[in-house]
């Protein structure tokens, strides 16, 4: 090869992304090219210095961050003080577990919240989950309780119970 | 009980379970790419809840068996340009590569630049002011291919563009870069 090598050239061979015979025409260009090397040498160095710098950069993530991810997530649903007498009025009069509906916030994409909310009838959720509840680890507690518990525990993360339910709605009457 | 049935995205422990992981495994990794993206902690520490507030919420369409990496890069990617969008109103994507890199005295991407991280940030350094005038582009393109060490196919993805794309911009951007850092230790030597 007598031409020399282009710089975007180098910059692939560098990026390892030429195919195998081109790659190696560069490669035994450089061996017998002193300016070609120069050049390579020149390419790599830049290389090595984003590393460095991006190394000598690293950040740590701040607390923060995580902070307020699960606050925001949190946010968008009723607190559990307001889920908690949406759930003991209704549980007076009727089985609180057939009167649960899952609702179910979600954070919009940039972080203002909008709330979306779904809602499932009541005997689906009793058919699905009132067995599991039964031979819950908590099924000796009552399940208003119990349920509460775990969707909390849901939403800080700290827990691998199985979540049913979300929230009781006031709409529940 | 005569309300429909619908189907039920109750939040569940394995969801809560899944962010967590994801956080503590890739959450310093999406942050320093945030970072280098923006140029500001501010914009990195929103960006990166953003996208983990997308994790959390698309977390059923993860694969299993892929880079999560490559996933929340593409997030973030995908959220910077909705931001830059928004605050510009429109976004540089498809200004000649030729001119899309500013000089000195360019206008840097954002417009918000807090004067307290330009002045902590080591702007001494050739290479930190030579990548504030790269085009959010080009610096994304330097950070991926140079830092994170993905291949152009990878990036291509990360980016939503073509393997040429990445290619052009990456050949540019190093060439600016070069040129930038050079005149920077030109003006210091003076
Ligand atoms: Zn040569």
């Known amino acids: 090869m007598t031409q020399h090598l282009t710089t975007d050239n180098i910059i692939d061979y560098l990026h390892g992304e030429l195919d195998p015979a081109e790659d190696a025409l560069v490669h035994s260009h450089l061996q017998a090219c002193a300016p070609c090397r120069a050049e390579f040498e020149r390419e790599s160095s830049l290389t090595d210095a984003l590393r460095a710098y991006a190394h000598a950069e690293e950040r740590d993530l701040p607390g923060m961050v995580k902070a307020q991810l699960w606050q925001t997530i949190r946010t968008q649903r009723p607190s559990a003080a307001e889920r908690l007498a949406a759930l003991l009025r209704p549980a007076i009069a009727v089985p609180a577990a057939a009167l649960l509906v899952l609702v179910t916030y979600f954070a919009s994409p940039l972080g203002r919240p909008t709330a979306q909310l779904r809602t499932i009838d009541v005997m689906y959720y009793f058919e699905q989950h009132a067995a599991e509840q039964m031979k819950s680890p908590l099924a000796d507690r009552n399940a208003t309780s119990s349920m509460l518990e775990t969707s909390e525990a849901a939403f800080t993360g700290s827990t691998t119970l199985p979540v049913r339910a979300a929230a009781v709605m006031d709409a529940v009457r | ?190």
């Open chain 2, 1 to 190: 009980m005569g309300v429909p049935r619908r189907p039920v995205e109750p939040p569940t422990a394995e969801q809560a379970a899944f962010l967590e992981r994801a956080i503590a495994e890739y959450g310093k990794a999406t942050y320093n790419f945030a970072y280098r993206l923006t140029q500001n902690e501010s914009d990195a520490r929103d960006l990166t809840q953003d996208a983990f507030i997308r994790v959390y919420r698309a977390w059923r369409s993860f694969q299993p068996g892929t880079s999560f990496l490559s996933w929340i890069y593409r997030i973030v990617t995908n959220l910077y340009r909705d931001e830059l969008r928004r605050r510009k109103g429109r976004f540089h994507e498809e200004i000649p590569e030729d001119n899309a890199p500013q000089e000195f005295g360019g206008q840097r991407p954002l417009a918000v630049t807090p004067i307290e991280d330009y002045v902590e940030g080591q702007l001494s350094e050739p290479l930190s002011q030579a990548l504030q005038m790269l085009s959010p582009e080009q610096r994304q393109v330097v950070m991926l291919a140079d830092i994170e060490e993905y291949s152009y196919q990878e990036i291509s993805e990360i980016m939503g563009c073509s393997i040429g794309t990445v290619r052009s911009r990456l050949h540019r951007a190093r060439a600016l870069l070069r040129r930038l850092i050079q005149r920077q230790q030109q003006q210091q030597q003076r």
